[in-house]
């Protein structure tokens, strides 16, 4: 047999998750009264009520209402103006809504719905039911928490993926030229040490080096020159026949 799943009023008393404020929107006093007494009974959800479409707008705009249960009959702005207004700014995901009648006829329903509400419930309910609903909407409304925190999470670990990824790759193409610049210094530095060294051998070398008559090879081996060959070459004009 299957492990039943954990309910929203399960997880709420667990205390999983962040704590929801729940909205109630009706003109009428007993209707709020008894709204407000039956969703006393879910643990770690705070229920605020307002009187009319405008309070309960305004409250909305402060940002910290989690899921509103509005009135479709009021007398300054209707239930569906209210949703309409909701729908502007906050999708069905980010901020549920249960819309509250009297009526029972199809059509109601199916304003409800194609104003943006998300789910429709009877006035005189039962208190199951009535938390039956709140209690799946909680249940969405987390689970769609718990799935933007999770994409967010994912979202920067790449992003300190891709910042390793660049930095190796970086520090990669720096390294590149500086092995470079490095090995050929190196091989100038051994290059003017072994011609420094050439230098103080010519200056060692005999002033009759410079003689015109004579044609000397000489090679450099470890720093040092050597006289290889000397070959006289007579003194010719090249006027002379």
Do not use: W
């Amino acid at each position: 047999m299957p492990e039943a799943q954990p309910t929203a009023h399960d997880a709420l008393d667990a205390g999983f998750g962040p704590r929801v404020r729940i909205l109630v929107v009706d003109d009428s006093a007993l209707s709020r009264e008894y709204i407000l007494g039956v969703l006393a009974e879910l643990p770690q959800a705070e229920v605020v009520a307002a009187e009319n479409g405008t309070q309960a707008l305004r409250a909305i705009a402060e940002g910290s209402i989690s899921l509103v249960i509005c009135d479709y009959e009021m007398p300054d702005m209707s239930g569906l103006q209210v949703v309409r207004c909701v729908r502007q700014a906050h999708s069905s995901l980010e901020l549920p809504l249960l819309m509250l009648t009297g009526h029972e006829e199809p059509e109601f329903k199916v304003k409800a719905f194609r104003a943006g509400a998300n789910d429709y419930i009877f006035k005189h309910a039962a208190p199951e039911e009535l938390l039956a609903r709140v209690g799946t909407q909680i249940e969405l409304l987390l689970a769609h928490r718990r799935l933007n925190a999770a994409r967010l999470r994912r979202s920067e670990h790449q992003k300190f993926e891709a910042i390793g990824h660049l930095a190796e790759g970086l520090a990669h193409e720096l390294n590149t030229p500086a092995q470079y610049i490095q090995d050929n210094l190196a091989f100038l530095l051994e290059s003017f040490q072994a011609l420094g060294a050439v230098v103080d051998e010519l200056r060692r070398l005999p002033s009759d080096i410079l003689d015109p008559h004579e044609v000397r090879e000489y090679v450099v081996t470890r720093g040092r020159l050597r006289l290889v060959a000397k070959v006289h070459r007579p003194n010719r004009n090249p006027y002379s026949r």
